[in-house]
């Protein structure tokens, strides 16, 4: 197993977690899919400069796929997680987001024949049983007042949506890998760029300018700092890890952000308990025996 794919994968978990804490954090009108825009354009702004003049060899056939990575896996994966967020919480999104592993293998097995041995079920089992436990459990309030009915209802839908959406990106992100000699750095760059296009046009419905909703001067700091964090650190880290791992694996190293979530809980107004810390504990030990198993499986 190589050492970089592992410190990368850990390193993408550690910037999505706290990304993910600083946007939840950030009070704006903007919806989660004009959110989402907003982060990749400016990430964009910033890659774009140390890509352009770069040696570029990727066959057509692999483009498409980063393509197709970017629309799934960051405009549609990126904006329901954004949504999600804003009603679940960091903990509790990263946690459901623990089951890509699962997701992950069960493709395994219907597309590629590659069964799991009995410690991967169980620790296939152990992440489903730490989102189950998430899942019961009473969202953060919302200052004094409770959040409104159906909002968890609705946060799970969509924190699942997005675990689909973000699973598929990166397996087509992890095939044009594959069959490219694309950087890390430029392959992030093109999945921000297909994302970017696709979610271009809602700025076609918005209202007129003086009425068309903004993010305040006093928070584009943070907007900065999360956008650096979780989508060009994030992602490019992400693909160095989709790069030198089997996919199963950088999706299972990179489902340790719910652990790393635990000590922000409380800035949220969240607090685990036990019932918080026992899904940590049994997410940590199911993605570890699936780390611990994972290569033969998918070297099979």
Known sequence: MPTSGVLAALAAAFCWTLASSLWRR???????AQLNLVKNLLALALQLPLVLFGG??????AFALLLASGVVGIAVGDSLYFAALRRLGTRRTLTIEAAGP???ALAGVVFLAELPTQAQWLGLTLISLAV???????????GALPSPPGTQRMGLLLALAALLC???????????????DLTP????TVRLA???????PLFRHLPAPRARPRLARSRWPLVLVATLLGTSAGIVLQQAALQALPGGLA???????????????RLEGDRPGRAGWLAALLALAGVSLVVGLAGPLLAG
């Open 26 to 32: 950030l009070p704006t009108s903007l919806s989660a």
């Open 56 to 61: 570029w060899r990727v066959l057509p056939g």
């Open 102 to 104: 699962a997701i992950t």
């Open 132 to 142: 189950v436990v998430v899942a019961v459990q009473q969202p953060p309030r919302c």
């Open 166 to 180: 973000g699973s598929g990106g990166a397996l087509l992100s992890r095939a044009a890998l594959l069959a490219s």
């Open 185 to 188: 750095l430029q392959s992030a």
């Open 194 to 200: 297909a994302a970017a296009v696709v979610l271009l």
């Open 251 to 265: 999706v299972a190293l990179l489902a340790t952000a719910p652990v790393m979530a635990l000590p922000l809980a």
